[in-house]
């Protein structure tokens, strides 16, 4: 069986490791230059449950199966969370706001601890302005997606797969309603079925097939610092900061992009956000900034992605959505078992495509 996975980002990686460990035969093209070229590439790499919410109950238990598929990564592949760390403190602008997070979130299955001033002080000594009650996820991840996208590709090229780069899909060929191959620049690449994994950019691919799809796109700033000294040990959350520390060093935040104007664009924002680096984290010593990007992630309404194959079109597959770096390796084990054997996971239920 002949398989083209468009799209090296999270998702795409991930399914076409498993695709390729499952013995077919799998070429990758991603648009860009090299792995994670896209949004994954400006991820900030947190793997959590905090974020979703309880309420909605198939988004929450997709994310909790999706969560606790995390927990077995370092035992099958050790190698692609090396670097990863563990942990994270999260707060809100009250401590009623905070424990009322904890409450909901522990009653729905998150395994979260209310933490006082004394802990977090032990679990973050270098914290300067502690709140007095903090959400401590000691399962969290800390992790670089561009590495674990590097991984999964560089496992699925050792299991028979082909990666291609610089090769963007301008049409998914389609004949007799069945879809047959892709056509990048003047070549056309023919395969048995077609992967859709493309993120954001997937929505004009399958616009002539899937015009309802409802996919959209949310901007997120990642910035990056160098760091004189490590000081941060988890990912810490508050009101006015998202961070983490790599093991080398490196200080990752995260914040939501509001416009391009001089006060709430990128650089505006990365100025704010390296005052209250420096503000919280003293003990970093010296740092600076050494980028910040823009990212576009691509969202549904709902919450759920969409994974499945395209009603009305065979061997036309679809797997896009957020939050892609926590969902991956679960979408691409259910997504492999239904494109190589037909077996829907009842998770996907919710994440199915329309015509």
């Known amino acids: 069986m002949k398989i083209i996975v468009i799209g090296g980002g999270i998702f795409g990686a991930s399914i076409a490791c498993r695709l390729a460990m ?19 590439g400006l991820a900030f790499g947190w793997v959590n449950l905090i ?9 929450y238990a997709l994310r909790q199966a999706a969560f606790a598929e995390w927990q077995d990564v370092p035992q099958e592949f050790p190698d692609a969370v090396r670097s990863a760390r563990r942990g994270s403190l999260l707060w809100k602008s009250s401590a009623q706001a905070t424990e009322h997070l904890v409450s909901n979130q522990s009653a729905a299955g998150t395994y ?23 959400a401590y996820l ?22 028979g797969a082909r990666l291609r780069y610089n090769s963007p899909v301008s ?16 070549e056309q690449l023919a395969a048995d079925i077609m992967v859709v994994a493309g993120g954001a950019g997937s929505a004009n691919l399958l616009l002539r097939h899937v015009p309802s799809l409802g996919l959209r796109t949310s901007p997120t700033i990642l910035m990056r610092f160098a760091a004189e000294h490590q000081a941060i040990r988890q990912i810490v959350c508050g009101p006015d900061l998202e961070v983490r520390q790599t093991l080398d060093g490196e200080v990752f935040s995260a914040e939501g992009y509001i416009d391009d104007t001089p006060l709430n664009g990128p650089q505006a924002i990365a100025r704010q956000v390296h005052a209250n680096i420096i503000r919280q984290f003293p003990g970093l010593g010296q740092i600076h900034l050494r980028s910040v990007d823009v990212g576009y992630r691509p969202m549904l309404d709902d919450g759920m992605p969409r994974v499945g194959f395209v009603p009305g079109v065979e061997k036309l597959y679809v797997a896009v959505g957020h939050p892609g770096v926590i969902l991956a390796p679960l979408v691409a084990r259910l997504a492999a078992r239904e494109i190589m054997a037909g077996e829907r996971s009842s998770l996907l239920s919710a994440a199915s495509l329309t015509p």
């Open 22 to 40: 499952a013995g077919t035969d799998v070429t990758v093209v991603e648009a860009g230059p090299e792995p994670a070229s896209g949004v994954t």
């Open 112 to 134: 979260v601890r209310l933490v006082e001033r004394t802990e977090i002080a032990r679990l973050e000594p270098d914290l300067h302005e502690a709140p007095d009650v903090a």
């Open 51 to 59: 974020h979703s919410d309880p309420q909605h109950k198939a988004s």
């Open 138 to 159: 000691p399962d969290d991840f800390a992790l670089s997606p561009r590495e674990v996208v590097r991984f999964f590709l560089a496992k699925a090229e050792a299991d």
């Open 171 to 186: 049409d998914i060929l389609v004949e007799a309603g069945r879809a047959v191959g892709v056509r990048i620049g003047s």
